[in-house]
């Protein structure tokens, strides 16, 4: 290394991280400059010395993954990017900040910019999705070795993120794995929006990291060189390490800092001149010393070699094939394709969550990128297959995660194992539970993350556990959610085919699987994957059709006998399984016209049949259509009872229809 | 006290709360049988030396307060309140455990059962609920002092409520606010649904709870004596209390217990006859001694000379009057009517967010129920009136409460606080973060519990934080909820409107506000609250009407500016703002078929506006209407870019209707 006469100090590489942040926010009028100011000395000792990453390959399998859970600080991550070289964010996309077209969001979108490993923003999420990222680096360092997989996972979370719930359950899983790759700089500002962190917490934070097992280390997070020492003693430490950097929120804005003022708005252009004067910067808005950029570029060029030597270390691997496929991780219709035969050839009566793990012990024995887990409801999730080791902190190999009663947690981890790469994350809880981890569906919705959330009991067909674990509204508010494709297939071939599909998919997918026993109904139709189509005729009328009945998953069996005593009384009635009502919404006009031909034809009547809100049905039976379902909360009974109770039945229905017809 | 051996001891009437448990879950073939066998000592204990309750009168405003967390050992609570006198459940109730009709459902349900304070089995949330109830109870006593307010809140909680997230938010805001009264008893069996904990934990709890200012203590649970020791030291502690109960998971069931297979199943006839002689049990199923069901009915009148002085008590007040209408809680319309009068008189273009705040300037100086608050975006939300004191440890008389970045934990203990009674809880975050405190809404719907949601930012025009920040399927999917109202207010007028609505409501409300200023568009209608109705003809056409068109909130202004583009082409346009979609559902046919004529009526095209998901607006349009919306994620710009972007301005819908007309 270089004396550090020599070069700029790191003081004045922060500085300019400062100077980008305060520029960005002023020019845009919005953004959040307090945070970068006051972690850009500890962000420039951990890019600038222990980061291992090369902006010429953002994409480098064993670059260490950077995380800035408090995203709001975007500009923290535009500016280190930017400074080390990456090809973007250039200085205009930087200009550009929070304007259409930039990749310079306001909060960080790894779908924007090469060296966003995540997009952060929602707090606690970040810190979270770290933790799964982290448990596919050792599970793919545990197959694969440290020639080709040895990296960490560094993260910076603020208070908001320690404070949020998931934190909890992302540092106890994170502690109980042993995960000590993963490192959170914790940007200790005492600050929050409203204020002083004294009005709301009196916790003592790192007392309870160390409860979970992890190393906690304190700094004073202006001073680069202390920053740079705790990072020593972190990756030396076997366990996960919170490095907590004290620091003042806004550092360098003379008159705002160490206040909330800081944290969301644009300073004003007389404090930033202020600033700019205090800190020594150049007097010129988006201007960086030369000596400065050249040190920033120096740093950013310290993996190169390290990455050279990574390359040649691959080709020289035996298991070069092997890993190149497992990060491309394709999916291939051939994993399921035997179980699919042996369905057709006979399938018998089964819950689709058994279905599922039929279907998982096909997947899980055909490939071995899958990990699997459940939020402490296997035995009911169907999410274990034979032969399937845990995932632990001895055993980094296993492919099976006990995650504990944590659905946020795990939600947000697959997310980051999906991010990572090599794995394909799957876990199960309740479907009523998808609420607890909402949040990391949505973000794995936005980041068109491959998670598979194998969701079960989905309707009142669980039955005596009651309304507080009946989904109702569950199917319809997620189905409601862009970029998420929701299955609930009505039998075993069905909920291969979702697998399938899902397996398939660049984004998530929930599979909602039913807790009862279903009998097949798809053998009735063809070998292709209609599943995938999202809804297909599965029976068509005998009689003149006057009645088309939709339904999904459990219904599916309930519209056929409907459709029987239909039939029975001379009347057509045509049965359309929907699956998928994202993907049959995605089919060209000629096959929906197919399935449901024009809604204004008045004499055939749409009826839609599913144990959930009919809000949202409207789409498919139109207004003139019946949409059967459930509009409020269930109860505490068997599931026969409830069905009959809630007119679930083809009994209950069937004169609805018939009175609807004025017959 | 009578001395111990004139009586059964404690364990005689523990083990009748774990035959009780073991028949009824026998007879369901259903239900947790594991944890009320394990914590029966502990919550003898409890109900009968420490708790203060009357069966006779299961409302008594100062009795403590009980929660079950781990609500699947919900036949706990049903055998406690049988044995200590309340008129339900009966034996009759018991025996028809998790059968349609029994009050015994599953899961505790309040809305069923007089002596259950909360519905619980979410995991965490009775816990977070029951450090509201404690806020209230410490809130209610600064006013009116200890004759009136003077009681405990109580809870068990399992490792699942533990492990949840949302513990980490109510611990820390329960240690925060010094909640001394809240004292919760940890079941600590070592056991989950997969097995020991420690497949999934390696957390020391009690560290944990003592970083966050709680007192811990450690007890054998299967001693009554030692646990009523530990709950005097609880009681007489000014911090929060987590008692460790050291216990067995389905203690007496002689091959099962300590497994988790006595978690979630029946025990088998076999293994609950050996538990029956194991325990001295009477050999017939559902049979309680009668000396030990004489101590426990003994039991439950101990707090009736202690009702009949407080009510001495109440009588004697110079307060009564005020306590007894605070309790009720009962809206009023002219809190807002001033405040209504003025805005007819002139309204200013404004946030709705800002709206709300002067709407709540109005409630909170007329009434001093209400109880504000935000996850730190006080300033964002507009929660916060002038002179509303925090509510803090050092003054419980204040009436605005700084939850920190908790929303999970601010929503379950806002539950809490409604569920207690005495106040009208209101707090706010981002509609987009509405899905981290999710399942705390469903419960506050499934409850009907009085919570008003104050979610701004509503939309992608809050603009520049970008996708992340900005809700598109959040209105659809709560509108999807059963049991909760969700308001999107076009103005001030509106959102006054919805504010008396809200408080008006048994249960729970969303208030979806704007960031950005709206113009007044409601003093073109009447003065009743039009709100209330959920939609009403705000502009009637005036060239003959072809189209309908349905907007809410911020583009309510949009659709006026379409209507005055379509009569200048001489195409006739009613405007319809539809604040609250189920309010409009609830009204008579009439008045819907008036605002929204048949839309077979193909000669009238419907036309929604609502920058949000389009998905399930069908039931407003009609297949052949149109919607105009956002079925994607946004981005990050400033809001007037976005609308144009995505295509929400006058200019770019208007060309998409006149279209659709043919012109």
């Known amino acids: 290394m270089e004396p550090e006469t020599l070069q700029p100090t790191q003081r004045r590489l922060a500085n300019a991280i400062r100077a980008l942040a305060m520029d960005a926010v002023e ?44 995203g709001h600080g975007s500009m923290l991550i535009y500016a280190l990017l930017h400074l080390t070289g990456y090809a973007r964010p250039t200085l205009d996309d930087i200009r550009n900040f929070r304007q259409l077209g930039s990749p310079c969001a306001g909060h960080p979108e790894n779908f924007e910019l090469a060296g966003v490993e995540t997009t952060t923003g929602p707090l606690g999420q970040g810190l979270a999705t ?138 004003g252009k007389d404090e930033v001149a202020a600033a700019r004067q205090g800190l020594g910067l150049d007097p010129n808005e988006f201007t960086i010393p030369a000596d400065v950029m050249d040190a920033w570029r120096s740093a950013g060029q310290r993996g190169s070699a390290e990455r050279a030597e990574w390359h040649r270390r691959l080709d020289a691997s035996k298991r070069k094939a092997d890993f190149l496929a497992q990060l491309e991780g394709k999916a291939d219709d051939k994993w399921l394709k035997p179980h699919l035969d042996t369905l057709f050839a006979g399938a018998k009566p089964v819950a689709t969550r058994k279905a599922s793990e039929m279907a998982l012990e096909a997947i899980n024995a055909a490939v071995p990128w899958t990990i699997g887990g459940s939020a402490d409801l296997t035995g009911s999730n169907n999410t274990k297959t034979k032969g399937q080791d845990a995932l632990t902190a001895d055993n980094y190999a296993g492919r099976y ?9 795990m939600a947000a981890a697959m997310n980051g194992m999906a991010l990572h790469g090599g794995v394909i994350p799957y876990g199960g809880t309740f479907l009523v539970f998808a609420d607890y981890c909402r949040p990391a569906i949505r973000l794995s919705a936005l980041q068109t993350a491959r998670v598979i959330y194998v969701m079960t009991h ?22 409601a959610m862009p970029g998420l494709e929701v299955f609930r297939p009505a039998d075993a071939v069905e909920t291969a085919e979702a697998w399938a599909a899902a397996l398939a998919n660049d984004g998530p997918s929930v599979l909602a699987l039913s807790r009862q026993n279903l009998r097949p109904v798809r053998t009735k139709a063809a070998k292709e994957n209609l ?20 339904a999904t998953g459990s219904e599916v069996e309930i519209a056929l006998d409907v459709a029987e005593r239909l039939e029975g009384q001379g009347i057509g009635a045509d049965v359309v399984s929907m699956p998928c009502t994202e993907r049959f919404d995605a089919q060209d006009a000629a096959y929906r016209e197919d399935i449901l031909p024009d809604v204004s034809n008045r004499d055939i009547l749409r009826v839609s049949i599913e144990a959930g809100a009919t809000f949202g049905w409207e789409r498919y039976t139109g207004l003139h259509g019946l949409r ?14 409830l069905y009959e109770h809630f007119g679930l039945t083809s009994e209950a229905i069937t004169p609805k229809i018939l009175e609807r017809l004025g017959k």
Chains 1, 2 share one sequence.
Not at 628 to 641: K, T, V, W
Request: glycine share 12%; with cysteine.
């Open 27 to 70: 020019a845009a009028n919005s953004g959040h400059p307090g945070m970068p100011m006051g972690m850009a000395d500890a962000a420039t000792a951990l890019f600038t010395r222990h980061l291992k990453y090369d902006p010429a390959d953002p994409h480098w399998p064993d670059r260490d993954r950077f995380v800035l859970s408090a």
């Open 130 to 267: 770290a933790v799964g990222m982290a448990i596919a680096e050792r599970h793919l360092n545990a197959i694969y070795g440290d020639d080709l997989v040895d990296h960490r996972t560094f993260v910076i979370a603020g208070d908001g993120c320690l404070m949020e719930g998931i934190n909890h359950e992302a540092v106890g899983l994170a502690g109980h794995l042993k995960l000590g790759r993963l490192i959170v700089l914790w940007d200790d500002n005492k600050i929050t929006i409203d204020g002083s962190t004294d009005l709301s917490r009196n916790e003592d934070v790192m007392a309870r990291h160390a409860a979970c097992g992890w190393q906690t280390l304190e700094v004073d997070g202006l001073e680069a060189g202390k920053v740079g020492q705790a990072l020593d003693k972190a990756i030396a430490d076997e366990r996960p390490t919170l490095i907590r950097c004290k620091t003042v929120i806004g550092y360098g804005a003379p008159n705002k800092q160490g206040t909330a003022a800081t944290h969301g708005a644009a300073l």
């Open 401 to 409: 995660i006990y995650y504990g009663i944590r659905e946020f947690g």
């Open 458 to 479: 989905d309707s009142i067909g669980l039955g005596e556990d009651g309304p507080t674990h009946q989904p109702v509204e569950h199917l319809q508010s997620l189905r």
């Open 531 to 550: 599943t995938a189509k999202g809804a297909y005729r599965l029976i068509s009328a005998a009689a003149a059709r006057k009645v088309i009945l939709i």
């Open 628 to 641: 059967i379902g459930l509009d409020r909360f269930g109860a505490s009974a068997p599931a026969p009872d």
